[in-house]
């Protein structure tokens, strides 16, 4: 198949037609405000970002962006950044595992669960990076806003912003004492309470304490048991005091806690098994799979659980000079997190696999940022510095049982039946020997490494040509340094272990004709370089250096309408490959081209704004299952992509009492350069990114005057179907099965209607998620899909309704 050679131009002039027939067909949609009730009937409320590492309003910054404002979260009940998913096109968060969530951008993600690769969409919470997967997704406490930045960010935002960048702005403790609680009861005991209170100490001081409680029961229950699958257990705490020391001076500190205990999420298994001891026929039928949302759930995962503890401080220092300002942005983070979940979904030790991820971080970051304004310039300039130390270990665990279901299926055993520890297991009783080798544990694990330091040094002009057009000028110098380790550690088995030692002293081997070593191997890492370091402890360094630079012009055509047009590049370290020993990747570079324009019709209350932009990205890394050895191992691999699209966001405050929203996004995601570990080209083909998505909302305000008020809202977010390739196909993600429906567009539609007090210190909401209660399957775990027969499904949540009490002071 050809690659594509549409000229850039071409593409910039389709995407901006695009974005221009987006807005002309959008004015009836608009989006909810921040106060329930607007100044008049087409008034708009002004929005102010930090987009640019400085106050402005969201109409005067010419990147894409969208902001998600503390209402619209109560509207949707977010409740971390996974809550957003469906409302804000172009971007996509996985959070059915806590500890390790996905994220992805314009098209762009890290599928990777690896600590020797970063991720390619940042996140950062009051300028503070975030950090990796395991430590990101949070449970919101007191959040102001969330700014979706699209595109890459790399002079602004620094490493790790290939993608974009979510930046989350949380509140300030404040002059004015206030207090809230809340709780909400919903579906399948579903308990969640949170609580906030703002409490001044003196005329320049003040603390603001908060604290989340979240438990729910799970909607998922094992068939044979009735034990809950998936259920919710977690709490969090926030504390934060702010002062000033003189006239020119203001430091805010901030503590972050976090305490998740829970299941891990569940697999159902979609394999129709035969009666035991018959297992799956190889190889696997995929015509025949069951339909998960229909399948009744029986595991038997040993130890099944999701936990991580985290804890954050941050300091933030501003002081004001006679030429601009210096803030001083101090952070230290440190979690740990295990996540153990079933592979193959089933009740049956002779099928038995799962999988365990843990995880310990420990960050810390300084950052120094100066800024300034003057008649014809707005700077900022800066310089950070950034430590990781990060541990993590990835298990199997099987049971000799289903190690001997592999045995067979992949004819390595001398024996007459084909099993191995079986068939020993036999001749011994037959001989009325007291031993057994089955129904022993058995456990292979990886470990790895990681100390991480990185150095920026920053600079972002702003230079007021003339009253109607800026010039922004931006460059950052970025160094990682790491250093990374690898050990595949020997298989662990002490009950069999010890059998086997009996067994020698009896002489049994002797008398079997096997050898004793015959037993004793490996079928989780077993890749060349990983055998031949069997127990050896193997190490590597390297460091990548980086220059972002970024060039925008923006004209302001009238008081309420601009445009601007900007090149930029975004970068992401370059990393090891956790699984396979001595593999190393080159940084991976996106170079981002982009026009748009952003208007304000006031007197309509009316606002939008609309981009069209193109980028090509070069080494993207990316984790797949390479299914070309016998036993499928996990790799990263590198390919080049390249995409054009168009974002659109368009507000409407119609009357007093209504609001709408509009927001989408179209995408054309290819691969330019892209060779599978199974040998299948697929340069130029899809990169299996849907086309479009988009999402609309609407709100109206009932004023009950002295009685209080009524607030309904909408929400309803679509996203398109996958693009399916030879590559999607090969892994399972697209096609495959039409029970499973894999890669079909996905719709969510939230409700909320609730009734506030006239004093505004009680309320009431009745709210339902998921209202036309749709299932997804999200994930195949095809682990041991080639040896075992084995396949299971993650499913997404069905429709939950519930209520919710607040008061407050």
């Known amino acids: 198949m050809m690659v594509r050679k549409n000229?850039?131009?071409?593409?910039?002039?389709?995407?901006?037609?695009?974005?221009?027939?987006?807005?002309?067909?959008?004015?009836?949609f608009a989006a909810p405000q921040?106060?329930?009730?607007?100044?008049?009937?087409?008034?708009?409320?002004?929005?102010?970002?930090?987009?640019?590492?400085?106050?402005?309003?969201?109409?005067?910054?010419p990147i894409a962006l969208q902001v998600v404002n503390a209402q619209m979260l109560d509207d949707v009940v977010a409740e971390d950044l996974s809550g957003i998913d469906m409302f804000v096109p172009g971007l996509v968060v996985n959070g059915q595992q806590p500890t390790q969530p996905s994220f992805q951008l314009r098209g762009i993600s890290t599928d990777d669960f690896g600590i020797g690769t970063d991720p390619a969409v940042g996140v950062y919470v009051?300028?503070?990076?975030?950090?990796?997967?395991?430590?990101?997704?949070?449970?919101?406490?007191?959040?102001?806003?969330?700014?979706?930045?699209?595109?890459?960010?790399?002079?602004?935002?620094?490493?790790?912003?290939?993608?974009?960048?979510i930046s989350i702005v949380t509140h300030r403790p404040g002059p004015d004492a206030e207090g809230r609680s809340r709780l909400r009861l919903a579906e399948h005991g579903k308990q969640y309470v949170d609580a906030m209170a703002n409490i001044p100490v003196g005329e320049d001081s003040a603390f603001r304490l908060n604290g989340v409680f979240n438990q729910a029961d799970g909607w998922i229950q094992d068939a044979n048991t009735g034990e809950d699958l998936a259920p919710e257990d977690n709490w969090a705490t926030r504390a934060a005091f702010s002062t000033r020391f003189g006239d020119n001076t203001t430091a805010w500190i901030t503590w972050d806690h976090e305490n998740l205990d829970q299941?891990?999420?569940?697999?159902?298994?979609?394999?129709?098994?035969?009666?035991?001891?018959?297992?799956p026929s190889l190889p696997v039928d995929e015509t025949a799979y069951l339909d998960p949302r229909r399948t009744p759930a029986a595991v038997d995962v040993d130890g099944n659980e999701e936990s991580r503890r985290f804890d954050g401080v941050t300091l933030i220092v501003d002081h004001a000079l006679s030429w601009g300002s210096l803030t001083s942005t101090t952070a230290w983070h440190d979690y740990d997190s295990l996540n153990r979940v079933e592979e193959d979904g089933t009740d049956r030790r002779d099928l038995y696999v799962d999988s365990v991820n843990t995880e310990s971080n420990t960050n810390f970051y300084q950052e120094f940022k100066f800024a300034g304004s003057g008649e014809r310039f707005d700077w900022v300039a800066g310089a950070s510095y950034f430590r990781e130390k990060a541990d993590q270990t990835s298990q199997v665990n099987a049971y000799t049982d289903s190690v001997d279901t592999i045995v067979r299926n992949m004819g390595l055993a001398p024996t007459p039946d084909g099993t191995l520890y079986g068939f020993t297991s036999q001749v011994m009783q037959m001989y009325g020997i007291p031993l057994t080798l089955m129904g022993e544990p058995w456990n292979e694990q990886f470990v790895n490494t990681l100390e991480t330091t990185a150095?920026?040094?920053?600079?972002?002009?702003?230079?007021?040509?003339?009253?109607?057009?800026?010039?922004?000028?931006?460059?950052?110098?970025?160094?990682?340094?790491?250093?990374?380790?690898?050990?595949?550690?020997?298989?662990?088995?002490?009950?069999?272990?010890?059998?086997?030692?009996?067994?020698?002293?009896?002489?049994?081997?002797?008398?079997?004709?096997?050898?004793?070593?015959?037993?004793?191997?490996?079928?989780?890492?077993?890749?060349?370089p990983a055998m031949m370091n069997k127990g050896v402890k193997t190490r590597d360094s390297n460091s990548w250096d980086d220059i972002s630079p970024r060039f925008v012009a923006d004209y302001h055509f009238t008081d309420d309408l601009m445009g601007f047009a900007s090149v930029a590049k975004g970068y992401k370290a370059g990393g090891f490959n956790a699984l396979q020993i001595d593999s190393q990747f080159e940084n991976e570079d996106v170079w981002n081209f982009e026009t748009g324009i952003k208007q304000v019709l006031p007197e309509y209350g009316f606002r939008y704004d609309a981009s069209a932009y193109y980028y090509t990205y070069d080494n993207r890394q990316a984790?797949?299952?390479?299914?070309?050895?016998?036993?499928?191992?996990?790799v990263v691999d590198t390919s080049d992509l390249e995409a054009w699209g168009v974002d659109f966001n368009a507000i409407w405050q119609a009357t007093r009492a209504l609001s709408?929203?509009?927001?989408?996004?179209?995408?054309?995601?290819?691969?330019?350069?892209?060779v599978t570990p199974e040998g299948i080209d697929v340069s130029g083909q899809a990169t299996g990114i849907p086309k479009w998505s988009f999402a609309a909302g609407a709100a109206y305000l009932w004023d009950l005057d002295e009685n209080g008020s009524v607030r309904a809202s909408v929400r309803y977010g679509y996203r398109g179907k996958t693009r399916c390739s030879d590559e999607s196909q090969s892994q399972g993600t697209c096609g495959v099965s039409p029970a499973l429906r894999l890669g079909e567009s996905q719709e969510l539609?939230?409700?909320?209607?609730?009734?506030?007090?006239?004093?505004?210190?009680?309320?009431?909401?009745?709210?339902?998620?998921?209202?036309?209660?749709?299932?997804?399957?999200?994930g195949l775990a095809t682990y041991g899909k080639t040896v075992l027969g084995t396949v299971g499904a993650r499913v997404t949540p069905p429709r939950v309704w519930g209520v919710e009490f607040t008061a407050g002071f």
């Open 34 to 61: 921040e106060s329930q009730v607007a100044p008049d009937a087409v008034t708009l409320d002004k929005i102010t970002v930090t987009a640019q590492s400085r106050e402005q309003e969201l109409q005067d910054v």
């Open 263 to 279: 299941l891990g999420q569940a697999t159902i298994g979609i394999v129709p098994l035969p009666a035991a001891p018959a297992t």
């Open 7 to 28: 000229p850039l131009s071409l593409r910039v002039r389709q995407a901006l037609f695009g974005s221009i027939a987006a807005g002309a067909a959008s004015l009836a």
């Open 749 to 778: 539609a939230n409700l909320r209607v609730g009734w506030t007090s006239g004093s505004g210190r009680y309320g009431v909401a009745v709210y339902g998620e998921n209202l036309l209660d749709n299932q997804y399957v999200n």
């Open 660 to 674: 709408l929203d509009f927001n989408a996004a179209y995408i054309d995601s290819t691969y330019r350069n892209y």
């Open 623 to 634: 984790i797949r299952l390479d299914t070309t050895p016998a036993i499928p191992r996990y």
């Open 455 to 528: 150095y920026a040094l920053y600079g972002d002009v702003i230079w007021r040509a003339n009253d109607r057009l800026n010039l922004t000028f931006g460059l950052r110098y970025t160094r990682d340094e790491k250093d990374f380790s690898w050990f595949n550690d020997q298989r662990h088995a002490p009950g069999l272990d010890a059998t086997l030692d009996q067994m020698e002293a009896l002489g049994i081997f002797a008398m079997l004709g096997i050898p004793k070593e015959a037993y004793i191997f490996d079928i989780a890492f077993i890749d060349p």
């Open 126 to 165: 009051d300028g503070v990076y975030a950090g990796r997967g395991g430590g990101v997704l949070l449970p919101f406490t007191d959040v102001e806003r969330i700014e979706v930045l699209k595109g890459p960010q790399g002079t602004l935002f620094g490493r790790n912003t290939a993608a974009g960048a």
